[in-house]
């Protein structure tokens, strides 16, 4: 339980690193590059971690985006990708973990060169804040 738990975790972290660092410049048609940050994750149990975050995007599209990223807390390290699609300073997409078979909803608040990610899944949900 404990291990599906911090596998939750990581995968919710690096699915927010995903989506963020395709959010970082909304007024902006060129988001690639490398973002970091870190955040909280909460599990459906209510238990929390805290995790630091890289991730590198490339458009895919117009205001759409490959993103890949890796996350690690003390449980552990995760890396996955995820698509992502916005404009204006809200930015939306799903993640997917393979690894760990977790998949959610993912949304975007962009305000200068940061932004706000929250994911949400059955297993739990996430806010982390990256920059470049």
């Known amino acids: 339980m404990q291990y599906a738990a911090r596998s939750l975790f990581?995968?919710?972290s690096l699915g927010a690193v995903l989506v963020a660092s395709g959010a970082a410049n909304a007024t902006s048609a060129d988001l690639s590059g490398s973002w970091k940050g870190g955040g909280t994750v909460t599990f459906s149990g209510g238990a929390t971690e805290r995790a630091r975050c890289r991730a590198t995007f490339?458009?895919?599209?117009?205001?759409?985006?490959?993103?890949s990223a890796t996350?690690?807390?003390?449980?552990?390290?995760?890396?996955?990708?995820?698509f992502i699609r916005g404009s204006g300073s809200t930015y939306r997409g799903?993640?997917?973990?393979?690894e760990f078979d977790a998949s959610g909803k993912i949304?975007?608040?962009v305000s200068g060169r940061s932004q706000t990610v929250r994911l949400t899944s059955s297993k739990g949900s996430a806010?982390?804040?990256?920059?470049r």
């Not at 996350?71 to 995820?82: F, L």
């Open 58 to 67: 490339s458009p895919s599209g117009k205001s759409a985006y490959d993103v």
């Open 94 to 98: 799903t993640f997917y973990n393979p």
């Open 127 to 131: 806010v982390i804040k990256l920059s």
């Open 10 to 12: 990581l995968s919710l």
């Open 71 to 82: 996350c690690a807390t003390q449980s552990g390290t995760v890396s996955q990708t995820a």
């Open 107 to 109: 949304q975007i608040s």
